[in-house]
Every structure is written in structure tokens, then in C-alpha cells.
């Protein structure tokens, strides 16, 4: 009864902790004018709009300063090619490269297109919930992020993720992933995927708001999510997504 009262009491400072992470980011936002509670963000993806042009993934990189080497990613873009047998094939572009490889003679094709992939900031986060010192937190915008000062490279998130959104930065060695460019959106600019995106296929705005792009995308268009057996409530949804999609 002791140790279970030990650990019981360690989570609740934990969870303490968490909340105080959160609030002191809120308090560092509302400074520049910016108030998070007026706010609920999401994104929507039009399938048949994405080129696998791959720029969406070189501005995420450069804006955020992810490591080019090996080749990590905050978001990505996967090639999908079903054949006429039934079989689908996947694979990541990699914009390092200019040509899309075609691994598949065109007479065994039936379709291929292009998924754009990133963080879902889920409403019921399975990050957070496995995080043991609160560094990852949902904002009060909707917004999942990583304290990089509280995390400990435990890696549970990682493991925890049903997208595979994060990784283990090796600069910092603390969890990473799409903040939705939190640092531009809170001063009212969009995503850079978002913004660099010569086709519109990302669609970004503030749910809370009737006027917001991504209310219109809602409403013209019949939306679904990735894994929704999992009821993680994604606030990433895609129009146009084929069943094949994992």
C-alpha cells in the first residue's frame, strides 16, 4: 500500500507539473496578444489536389530546423499504387531525390496517388497520456506539443503514437514532431506546408471560427481520419481518401 500510495502520489505531482507547462507556455503567448482559449485549430488534406511535389516537406524542415541527416521528417508524403491484382504498394517520397521512382510497369497499375502524413493533434492524445513527466501537453488551441526542457528521451510517446508522427530528435534527444508551426499560427500566419503548397491541398484554419477556410473545406466535402477504430478524435482529416490508406 505504500509503494502504490509512492506512485500515486509521484503521478499527481507529475500531472501538476504537466498543467504548470502548459500554462506557463499560454501565459508566454497571451504576451504578444495572442489568446489561446479563442482559439481550436485543425487541418484538412484534399487527396486528389497533392502532386508528391514534396515542397511541403522541405519548408517544414527548413522553418523548423529539422535535422536534414539522416532523414528525419515532421511531415511526410507517401505514394500509394494499387494494382490490378489487389496489391498495394507504399512508398515515402523523398524530396532529396526530383524524379518519383515508378517501381511498377504502368500496364500492372490500376491508380496511384499521393497521402500527405503529419501529427493528427488528436482531441485524446495517446502521447500524452503515456508521457511520465508531462512534457508532452495539448494546448488549450487543440495544438499537441513537446516540452523540450521537460522531456527525457524516454521515448514512450514514440512508441505510443499510432501514426508514427514522432521521433527522437538526435540534436536535442528529445521527442519531435509537427507543431502545426505553432510559433507562426499564434501570431496569425499558416503552417509552412501550408503556405508553400502550390496545389492547395492543405487546407488549415480555426475550427471556432464559421469564416475559417478549413470550416468551408468541412462543410463542401465528405471527411475521413486515419485509424478511426482507434477513437482518437484527429483533428487532421483528409477529403477524397481511399480506402487503402493506413
Known amino acids: 500500500m505504500e509503494r502504490r ?29 495572442y489568446d489561446p482559449s479563442k482559439h ?26 529539422v535535422p536534414k ?4 521528417f515532421r511531415t511526410w508524403v507517401e505514394r500509394y499504387i494499387i494494382k490490378k491484382d489487389a496489391e498495394v504498394i507504399v512508398q515515402s517520397i523523398d524530396p532529396r531525390i526530383d524524379r518519383i521512382g515508378n517501381s511498377v510497369p504502368e500496364n500492372e497499375m490500376m491508380r496511384s496517388f499521393f497521402v500527405p502524413k503529419l ?7 495517446p502521447c500524452v497520456q503515456v508521457c511520465p513527466v508531462g512534457a508532452t501537453f ?3 488551441d487543440g495544438v499537441i506539443l513537446v516540452d523540450s526542457d521537460r522531456c527525457i528521451g524516454c521515448r514512450y510517446c514514440i512508441q505510443a503514437c499510432p501514426y508514427g508522427a514522432r521521433y527522437l530528435n538526435p540534436v536535442t534527444s528529445t521527442a519531435d514532431k ?4 505553432y510559433h507562426r499560427i499564434t501570431k496569425g500566419m499558416l503552417p509552412a506546408c501550408v503556405e508553400v503548397c502550390p496545389t492547395q491541398a492543405r ?9 475559417s477556410p478549413l470550416t468551408r473545406f468541412k462543410r463542401m466535402f465528405k471527411l475521413h481520419v486515419l485509424k478511426p477504430s482507434l477513437n482518437t478524435d484527429p483533428k487532421v482529416q483528409y477529403a477524397d481518401l481511399d480506402g487503402e490508406v493506413r
Open 138 to 140: 495539448k494546448t488549450d
Open 40 to 65: 481550436y485549430y485543425g487541418m484538412g488534406i484534399q487527396v486528389n489536389k497533392c502532386i508528391g511535389c514534396g515542397k511541403c516537406m522541405e519548408a517544414c524542415k527548413e522553418e523548423n530546423g
Open 5 to 33: 500510495n509512492f506512485f500515486k502520489k509521484g503521478m499527481t505531482l507529475l500531472t501538476q507539473l504537466g498543467v504548470l507547462s502548459t500554462f506557463a507556455k499560454k501565459a508566454k503567448a497571451e504576451t504578444n496578444g
Open 69 to 72: 541527416e539522416p532523414f528525419y
Open 178 to 181: 509537427c507543431t502545426f508551426c
Open 119 to 125: 501529427c493528427n493533434h488528436c482531441d485524446h492524445p
Open 203 to 211: 487546407i488549415f484554419g480555426d475550427i471556432k471560427s464559421t469564416a
